[in-house]
């Protein structure tokens, strides 16, 4: 009888640390697909990032929970890791989206350490058609980022549709006694400071609004706020966004891709001020997709004064194979002043266009 006692309560014991684990769940994306752009021979890419992650959740009680992300990004085509932009961008990253363990609560809302998504970009990529994915993306200069990393990011409740979120990031190393050459540059360029970001958000019914601030660590300060609003009639939704960029030259620690370019290399600034106009409609099965942008390019200071328009174009279509499976197609068309602003955003030729054709799979 003692002997049954005590293996009935070895059992209780190991049940209950099994229900105290997390509950962990699964999830990814798979795309690829056929992308020709001018100036560039065909390749394979993919529309939608994709990635493998992790996510836990531990019941603590009283309404509270231990939480963690930790999400790989990859490029399907060739299997390499995909780390993200900036002096931190390593390609031997173990987990190049997010990596964050945090606490949340069902009366005070969340919070986050570690790497995690920019709330920017998080956020206002909802109100470009495109999801500021593949050829027909929103245009996006070098102060917008996926993830930042060294944060802390808190993200509220959500009160009849109202909600807000802010973050905190950790700039370089730059104390003379430990710093290394990356610290030593931003210090002696003035480049250094702290990172962050605030956003205000409403979405209920019909109607999704969203404003954000922010300010990207080593970037010399530079700044980006940019303001989103959508309305849904039925099975379709118009969005609009404005956004204003002002890059002084750094991002996270490298040198903007102006300030690496021979038009305006000597310029103290860029100041971006861009409009977008967005249509999804449900047709059949599937969604249209299409916007219209306007980019305003203001170079100043050294030798260059300088004011440039780009105009870009897209209309997409996705095909939904099933809830989880999609095929796409992509056209998109962006017009430059000239070829050196266009060198600047990565093209070659002052109208660019844009082909891209490929398969989704989400689980």
Request: proline share 1%.
């Amino acid at each position: 009888m003692k002997k049954t006692l005590i293996a009935l309560a070895v059992l209780g014991a190991a049940a209950g640390v099994a229900h105290a684990q997390s509950n962990v769940t699964i999830y990814g994306v798979v795309d690829t697909g056929f992308i020709k752009k001018s100036g560039h021979d065909v390749e394979m890419g993919e529309n939608v990032n994709n990635r493998l992650g992790f996510r836990g959740v531990e019941d603590l009680g009283g309404g509270q929970k231990a939480t963690f992300e930790l999400e790989q990004r990859f490029k399907l085509n060739d299997g390499t890791n995909n780390g993200g932009k900036g002096y931190n961008k390593k390609k031997d990253r173990d987990f190049a989206g997010l990596a964050n363990v945090g606490l949340k609560g069902d009366n005070w809302g969340s919070v986050k350490l570690g790497r995690v998504n920019e709330l920017t970009t998080e956020t206002i990529r909802k109100f470009d058609p495109f999801y500021q994915y593949g050829v027909g993306s929103m245009m996006y200069g070098s102060q917008r980022v996926r993830g930042i990393d060294n944060t802390i990011r808190y993200d509220s409740l959500n009160w009849s549709g109202f909600h807000f979120g802010a973050t905190y990031s950790l700039g370089e190393n730059t104390d003379k006694d430990s710093r290394g050459e990356i610290g030593k540059n931003l210090k002696e360029d003035g480049a250094d400071n702290d990172g962050y970001a605030v956003m205000l958000g409403y979405d209920n019914g019909p109607l999704a609004l969203v404003g954000n601030w922010s300010r990207l660590a080593d970037s010399n300060k530079s700044s980006v706020w940019n303001l989103g609003a959508a309305y849904r009639f039925g099975d379709a939704k118009v969005e609009l966004v404005y956004q204003q960029t002002k890059d002084k030259g750094w991002a996270m620690g490298e040198k903007s891709a102006w300030r690496s370019s021979n038009t305006y290399k000597d310029a103290s600034d860029i100041t971006e001020k861009q409009w977008l106009l967005g249509l999804e409609w449900k047709l059949g099965p599937g969604r249209l997709n299409a916007s219209a942008q306007w980019m305003e390019v203001e170079a100043s200071g050294g030798q260059h004064i300088s004011d440039k328009d780009i105009y870009k174009y897209a209309i997409g279509y996705t095909y939904d194979l099933s809830k989880r499976t999609a095929i796409y197609g992509n056209v998109a068309y962006t017009d430059y002043d000239d070829e050196d602003v266009a060198a600047v955003y990565g093209d070659t030729d002052d109208g660019t266009y844009g082909v891209q054709v490929g398969i989704t799979h989400k689980f």
